[in-house]
């Protein structure tokens, strides 16, 4: 996993063929129950046209031979209570499941799942254990500079004072969407993030979307 250090810790085709193990396992055992309770809960027509525009959409992209696709999504809440826990149970299969369904049609790619506290990066591990995500998806963790620890701080105490969750997660959001491009700078040399005027995977406005040289061996 996407690895950072916080307070001293480390933080961390049909018949699945050329997909890595745990991908199989998390596109039969997690990702299409996720699925399937994703669109049944309200917003589902917007949202369940995700793998069928997705069809259209990778239709019209073209991957190099030898690149992959990098994905990331930067979870922009610091608690990970009841109903966020739900939220982030989401965001982190949606990110699976596209990965997984790129890697079955053949297209390699790399997930990258941001987070901004230690409480969301643990639960993030465990959705990772629980559905077997294996590398498919790299929890980023950063290491939080003194400035982006004190803003959230902050934020945090201006949140409560004024009764505005929003003044918090407006500011979690810049420094996690900033620690993942930081991660994916790091760990993916060559990394070119596409324009916004490309199609991103499955129509999806994902937090970064670029693409790397294939992983070799």
């Not at 961390?12 to 129950?33: D, T, W, Y």
């Not at 917003?43 to 991957?63: C, D, I, K, T």
């Not at 803003?151 to 003044?167: I, V």
């Not at 499955?202 to 937090?207: E, K, M, R, T």
């Amino acid at each position: 996993m996407a690895a950072g250090k916080h307070g001293g810790q480390d933080t961390a085709s049909q018949s699945g063929a050329g997909i890595p193990g745990s991908c199989r396992s998390l596109s039969i055992v997690g990702v299409m129950s996720y699925a399937e309770r994703w669109t049944a809960e309200p917003g589902a027509n917007a949202r369940s046209s995700f793998a069928v525009e997705g069809e259209a959409q990778r239709g019209r992209r073209v991957l190099r031979s030898g690149e992959r696709h990098i994905l990331g999504t930067a979870f922009s809440y610091t608690d990970v209570g009841s109903p966020r826990d739900a939220e982030l149970e989401r965001s982190f299969l949606q990110l699976a499941y596209a990965v997984c369904c790129l890697a079955r049609s053949h297209e390699p790619c790399t997930g990258y799942f941001a987070v901004v506290s230690q409480e969301a990066r643990d639960a993030a591990q465990r959705l990772g254990a629980r559905y077997e995500a294996g590398d498919s998806v790299r929890i980023v963790f950063t290491s939080l500079l003194v400035a982006d620890m004190t803003r959230l701080s902050d934020a945090a105490e201006a949140a409560s004072g004024e009764g505005d969750p929003s003044l918090l997660t407006s500011v979690a959001r810049e420094i996690g969407l900033d620690a993942l491009r930081r991660e994916i700078a790091a760990t993916e040399p060559g990394a070119v993030e596409v324009t916004a005027d490309e199609s991103p995977p499955f129509g999806v406005h994902w937090d970064y979307y670029g693409r790397a040289r294939a992983l070799q061996g």
